[in-house]
């Protein structure tokens, strides 16, 4: 049974809501604006504004519950992929920027169908439209679970409030309004995030020394597990190896990402931004995990939790039941700032891909005005196919790992692609399709796979998603370097 928050605490989130819509709005265009500028806020960001918003980016409503929730029922073991995040963010600055910063691009597809084709370019666009919002519907069905609990609404009237408002500013102001309310909502969610954990510690006898102590002897603090299994999700390799290619992908491929780094000023600051950014997620994700400790610490010594479907569901049930009356309205209007941010850049990156890599090219005849007011219908467009996609994902186990694994099972073929044209000169458009279907499909059989495989004989093991990426990208440049064998004039054109 939900306990809708108390009244001071219900206007503390009214007039959140309502004020970072008015802050967004503040944004909109006055007169004629090109797509460059509502796509990609003219390139005048400075670098800490775009490392902010992609760290509010990569958080999201997924982060700041289901991570606690894994801290509550294992250990740290997840900073293993956060590693791995980091030295992938490093690959990413030495492979891919350089060839971004290169033209004046305005999506990450662009330059596949420079280095390889029409074709290709299509294809991978599509695909990432496909997975970010089959993704983002995961994401946008996590803001019901906090937004239930505190209000006592349903799923599908908890989706469309959140969802509106973010569309009214995102609609309008465009890449700009974006980056900078994301700016303002990660600074209120890790202001949240600290007063959250000051009042677990405070809950617990004998406060942060105590839940120390305990968490000690329940092993929760645990980093390291070097077990080499490929069945284990948070092992040592899984998360270094693991976390870096699907860093590489989702912040090297994705445009969801790749959009804020093209809207630096230059390579410098874009690589700056991006380096500094996973200082800041490394930060942020110990102190997620140090709240589900201490949640595990004061239930076990309160007895025991109250009831909950999931253990996403732990951390927000804390806040109302348990914080002070407005610091529990702050949380959740924290919780609130991530699923903003997170949503309004999925709607960005999906309204810029699907205007720059599939309508402009057969509408360039267009003028500015008009090319503007199409992106923001496109942008209007996505707003409710992610809201109907929300209302369909509804179900249980940790939402962060169900939105991460659905993001793998293409992200492998994705990087692969990207690989092919980054590091070799021989691979053709013909071989890279090859590579990208057989990529995807190896990653589609792994994510639907419910258990131990059994092929010609050889039993394969229920593999974690942690290796999804690795995997996949692996097959997509192997064979598509393979197939591009005796390539033609394709393969003698410049890298990417």
């Known amino acids: 049974m939900h306990i809708p928050l108390r009244t001071p605490d219900l206007i503390i989130v009214v007039l959140y809501l309502l004020g970072i819509t008015w802050f967004g709005l503040r944004f909109r265009s006055r ?5 460059r500028s509502y796509f990609l806020a003219d390139r005048n960001i400075p670098w800490w504004a ?3 918003s992609i760290v509010a980016a990569e958080t999201s409503t997924l982060t700041i519950i289901s991570v606690p929730g894994i801290a509550y029922t294992t250990d740290f073991g997840f900073l293993q992929l956060v590693m791995g995040y980091l030295l992938g963010r490093g690959v990413i600055c030495v492979l891919f920027l350089p060839r971004y910063f290169r033209g004046e691009l305005m999506t990450a597809y662009q330059i596949i169908g420079e280095r390889f084709g029409s074709r290709l370019h299509r294809t991978t666009a599509f695909l990432f439209l496909l997975m970010r919002a089959a993704a983002e519907g995961v994401r946008v069905f996590a803001v019901a679970i906090v937004v239930g609990v505190a209000f006592g609404t349903g799923d599908i009237a908890s989706i469309m409030i959140l969802s509106l408002l973010t569309l009214l500013y995102t609609f309008e102001g465009g890449m700009k309004a974006v980056i900078w309310t994301d700016v303002l909502q990660m600074c209120l969610y890790v ?4 007063v959250s954990l000051w009042s677990i510690t405070h809950h617990i006898p004998g406060g942060l020394h105590s839940l120390i102590a305990v968490a000690s002897s329940a092993h929760k603090f645990t980093v390291f ?3 080499v299994s490929v069945t284990e999700t948070y092992t040592f390799w899984a998360g270094l190896l693991g976390g870096c290619f699907l860093t590489m992908a989702s912040h090297g491929t994705d445009q969801l990402m790749v959009q804020r780094l093209l809207a630096a000023k230059n390579l410098r600051e874009s690589r700056l931004a991006l380096l500094s950014s996973g200082l800041v997620i490394f930060i942020q994700f110990s102190l997620f995990l140090l709240i589900g400790a201490g949640l595990f610490v004061y239930y076990r010594i309160a007895g025991g939790p109250p009831h909950a479907a999931s ?9 109302v039941h348990q914080m002070p009356v407005g610091i529990a309205g702050l949380m959740i209007a924290a919780i609130l700032a991530a699923a903003m941010s997170n949503l309004s850049a999925a709607l960005n990156s999906l309204a810029s891909t699907s205007m720059v890599d599939f309508y402009l090219p057969r509408h360039q005849q267009q003028g500015e005005e008009q090319k503007t007011k199409i992106s923001r219908w496109m942008t209007f467009g996505w707003a409710a196919v992610l809201l109907f996609l929300a209302i369909l994902s509804r179900s249980g186990g940790h939402v962060l790992e169900i939105g991460l694994s659905i993001a793998s099972v293409l992200y492998g073929g994705m990087l692969g692609v990207f690989l092919l044209g980054t590091v070799t000169r021989r691979a053709t458009e013909t071989g890279a399709m090859i590579g990208l279907i057989a990529g995807c499909v190896v990653n589609v059989m792994l994510w639907r796979q419910s258990g131990p495989l059994s ?3 050889f039993v394969l093991p229920k593999i974690a998603w942690t290796w999804y990426v690795l995997i996949g990208s692996t097959v997509t440049f192997v064979l598509g370097y393979f197939f591009s064998r005796g390539g033609g004039n394709q393969a003698a054109r410049s890298r990417i």
């Not at 007169?31 to 797509?35: T, V």
């Open 31 to 35: 007169g004629e604006r090109s797509i």
């Open 50 to 52: 775009i490392a902010l």
């Open 191 to 194: 202001l949240g995030t600290l």
């Open 225 to 227: 597990h070097f077990a």
């Open 311 to 319: 253990p996403d569901r732990i951390f927000p049930l804390y806040i």
């Open 455 to 457: 092929v010609y004989g």
